[in-house]
């Protein structure tokens, strides 16, 4: 296959026009490049913007784990913002991978990292762009075949029919059996290909499995097995990287991801990663430092991240800090955090860290009462956050931000004023250490999310939520410039929800949001409220049958034959335990174990 | 403390013309602790390495003149900086000269004295006359593959002059096309 020569094809007034063309470029440093022939080559696409998807572990670990098998050639593809999408598209230039500027329609497998649900229109973007019929049964052998990964993949049936496979769970366990079957296979019909991947755990084949709409007790073969998620036992032996890809452009996450641990062992109710990354697992101190070495080393970076899901649930995490502070002291390269649990212990941490004092601290408290946080089973007392709020500006800090969620189930009007009292309380102890103690409040709506305690629960109305938040912003006026309050769209978050709860039906509603122009619908200036619910309308489907109900436990629900490990009766029973607003202690491995089923 | 002072000339090819000037410092960043030199580093509550570059090119524009001076806290012979650099780079940012210079010397902003763009036309048959601004001179015309060159001196009060304004001026004094190509040549220094 040839590669499209851009500069020819594009002039560069025409190059200019595009806002940030520096992305599409690639030849970055450290960019994998292997001549051909291989026995499979692989597009990596991520369906956001390149700022985005270079900025996620996932594809950085896939990206590299798929280019060390010396037959595989894996190459990135990103979504070209708007303007430069319909610049290719007059060019008559087809999406192209930044790598070796091919087609993304003349490798052999296209795998779609799927992160978040408003992406969807976005993968139909990109098949377009890369002239790729959207639907399984378009394609024949001719075209790649379509893989998609990632935690949406937990309910994939919304997008179910574009595409082929799914891989459910943890790429470094498990891809490379379907890059063996995949090379293996060459050649040999479509059907026969799947049916031949549909045998790996943690494969789901939609063209073989009947669809399941929620609420409905589901036809046709009742013998087919759940689909069941790959996930590594032991961190320090599963893949990691020790080179990354730097970009020139400045992007989201723009440093040394290193993961320190995966799962979380909190058990939040509404939290959807909590569930399905668990169990909890650790990368060991030595490991961590080894990779932190190489990394730094072959990149350059000037910051190291230790990412997991609650970094200062990690066993040795002083230690950690003290002994990859002392290395990368001389490298002049510094630490960061990104997600501190609400306690002292944390905030200690954090003053170690140069990176972390410089830049604001974030918390998410969640609810505003003691008895909405044990609903949701975020067992924190006001106490506990006052005094954790107290250390964050008696340390220095000025403005910190908080994260809480509106619309959680079983709230009521005295939660909402819970987050005022908070907020005043807090600001009374910042006072006390730094005149101008300031405080960032953002305010989410819940969204009842597969795999979770809560996936049986009614999303609370769009026009409720507003009005919630406006309450709450004319209650936090009182402080004046103190707090700064802001809420998401209102009307993202309950397409999100469609999107979450979904079935197949919905698929023909995201073609048609599509083909109406709905692009980028993470992004604010694209998305349309309106295209949703027209689209909606001509598929005869309602908002209000996927989201504004309560569930039953009896109802069959579209990923019901998805197992991330976690039983169907341990979230039930989480559920029942919310309701009386019971805590679940977090689980430690042999401890105290509440029998969610992973282990 | 002992400092020794490097200038480096750096090719900015297509397609990374596309990148910004911003972009060339992190890069130039993170390709030094890549390195792992003896770089020297500013002083303060953010110590920067100590790092200085030319005037910027702007985004669109070619260079085979980007200059950037180091300062590392060892001798090192400039070859194998440039050696060592270019074993990271792309071939279109190669390092393509590196001398040692005085620490003491002027900076590479007082040394200018003019600076050579070239600019490609298509569409045009030839290159007409006109007024230019003071300080920037046609130097040479030439005709090559169907399109035409012509080469600019940009001297006197006009050295740190953006070729990409002046690409304007011509479009909007005299209708020229803008250029395919633009590319900073030389640089001269007093």
């Known amino acids: 296959m040839e590669e499209i020569n851009l500069s020819g094809l594009i002039s560069n007034k025409e190059i200019l026009s595009v806002e940030k063309p520096g992305r599409y470029i690639g030849e970055e440093i450290n960019v994998v490049k292997k001549p051909d022939p291989v026995k499979l080559s692989v597009a990596l696409a991520f369906p956001d913007t390149y700022e985005i998807g270079m900025s996620h572990v996932g594809m950085k670990i896939l990206y590299h784990l798929l280019n060390s098998v010396p037959e595989v050639r894996a190459e990135r593809v990103f979504v070209p913002w708007p303007d430069m999408g319909a610049l290719i598209s007059r060019k008559g230039i087809p999406l192209y991978s930044l790598e070796g500027k091919l087609p993304v329609a003349s490798f052999d497998l296209l795998g779609i990292s799927l992160q978040h649900e408003l992406n969807y229109t976005n993968v139909l973007y990109l098949l377009d762009l890369a002239g790729i019929p959207f639907y399984s049964v378009e394609r024949d052998e001719r075209f790649p075949l379509v893989v998609g990964g990632g935690p949406c993949v937990f309910n994939p049936e919304p997008v179910a029919p574009f595409f082929d496979f799914f891989f459910l769970g943890e790429a470094e366990e498990g891809f490379l059996e379907i890059v063996e079957v995949l090379v293996a296979s060459r050649g040999e019909k479509k059907q026969d290909r799947l049916a031949q991947l549909a045998k790996i755990e943690g494969v789901y084949v939609p063209s073989l499995y009947p669809p399941r709409l929620l609420g409905q007790e589901p036809q046709g073969d009742s013998s087919l097995k759940p689909v069941k998620k790959r996930w590594i036992k032991d961190l320090d032996r599963a893949f990691y990287p020790t080179t990354l890809v730097v970009p020139y452009v400045s992007i989201v996450h723009d440093r040394i991801p290193i993961e320190i641990s995966r799962g979380c062992t909190r058990g939040c109710r509404f939290c959807q990663a909590g569930m399905i990354y668990r169990p909890h697992r650790e990368r060991s101190p030595e490991r961590i430092r080894e990779l932190a070495e190489s990394l730094v080393r072959s990149t350059g970076y000037e910051e190291v991240s230790l990412v997991s899901l609650s970094s200062t649930d990690y066993s040795e995490i002083?230690?950690?800090?003290?002994?990859?502070?002392?290395?990368?002291?001389?490298?002049?390269?510094?630490?960061?955090?990104?997600?501190?649990?609400?306690?002292?212990?944390?905030?200690?941490?954090?003053?170690?860290?140069?990176?972390?004092?410089?830049?604001?601290?974030?918390?998410?408290?969640?609810?505003?009462?003691?008895?909405?946080?044990?609903?949701?089973?975020?067992?924190?007392?006001?106490?506990e956050i006052l005094s954790t709020m107290e250390r964050v500006f008696a340390a220095g800090w000025q403005d910190v931000k908080l994260y809480f969620m509106i619309g959680l189930p079983g709230e009521r009007e005295e939660d909402l004023i819970g987050i005022v009292r908070l907020i005043a309380d807090i600001l009374a102890v910042g006072k006390q250490h730094q005149r101008k103690a300031s405080l960032h409040l953002s305010a989410a709506a819940f969204i009842p999310k597969p795999h979770t305690p809560f996936q049986w629960v009614a999303q609370e109305q769009k026009e409720n939520l507003e009005e919630k938040a406006r309450f709450l912003s004319s209650q936090l006026r009182r402080f004046g410039k103190r707090v700064r309050f802001n809420w998401p769209s209102f009307e993202m978050s309950s397409i999100e929800a469609l999107l979450a709860r979904g079935d197949r039906k919905l698929a023909p509603v995201i073609e048609r949001v599509y083909r109406k122009g709905g692009i980028m619908q993470n992004w604010t200036e694209f998305f349309s409220f309106e295209q949703w619910c027209s689209a909606l309308e001509e598929e005869y489907l309602s908002l209000e049958g996927y989201i504004y109900r309560e569930l039953p436990f009896s109802a069959p629900l579209p990923w019901d034959f998805v197992s991330c490990g976690v039983s169907k009766e341990f979230l039930w029973n989480e559920y029942q335990k919310a309701r009386k607003e019971e805590p679940t202690p977090f689980c430690q491995e042999g401890r105290n174990c509440f029998g969610c089923g992973v282990c | 403390m002992v400092q020794f002072r490097y200038r480096l000339r750096q090719w900015k090819l297509c397609p990374f013309h596309l990148i910004s000037q911003l972009d060339m410092n992190r890069l130039w960043d993170r390709i030094l602790r890549k390195s792992g030199l003896p770089i020297l580093y500013s002083q303060g509550f953010n110590p920067r390495p100590l790092l200085s570059f030319g005037p910027a090119t702007p985004l669109g524009v070619e260079s085979k003149a980007e200059y950037l001076e180091m300062f590392l806290g060892e001798a090192i012979p400039a070859t194998s900086l440039q050696e060592m650099f270019n074993r990271y780079l792309p071939s279109a940012l190669r390092v393509v000269e590196a001398v040692s210079v005085l620490p003491e010397a002027p900076s590479l902003v007082r040394e200018m004295k003019g600076v050579r763009y070239a600019f490609s036309f298509s569409g045009i048959s030839s290159w007409n006359g006109v007024l230019l601004p003071a300080g920037i001179e046609v130097q040479e015309i030439r005709r090559h593959d169907g399109s035409l060159w012509v080469f600019f001196l940009f001297g006197a009060e006009k050295v740190s002059f953006s070729p990409l304004k002046f690409s304007r001026f011509l479009q909007e004094n005299f209708g020229y096309p803008f250029p395919d190509k633009m590319i900073k040549e030389e640089v001269f220094f007093k």
């Open chain 1, 318 to 383: 002083e230690t950690l800090i003290r002994d990859l502070s002392l290395m990368l002291e001389p490298f002049r390269v510094n630490i960061s955090l990104p997600s501190l649990r609400v306690d002292t212990f944390s905030v200690e941490i954090a003053r170690s860290l140069q990176r972390v004092r410089k830049s604001g601290l974030t918390f998410a408290p969640e609810a505003g009462t003691e008895r909405l946080r044990r609903v949701i089973n975020k067992n924190l007392t006001d106490q």
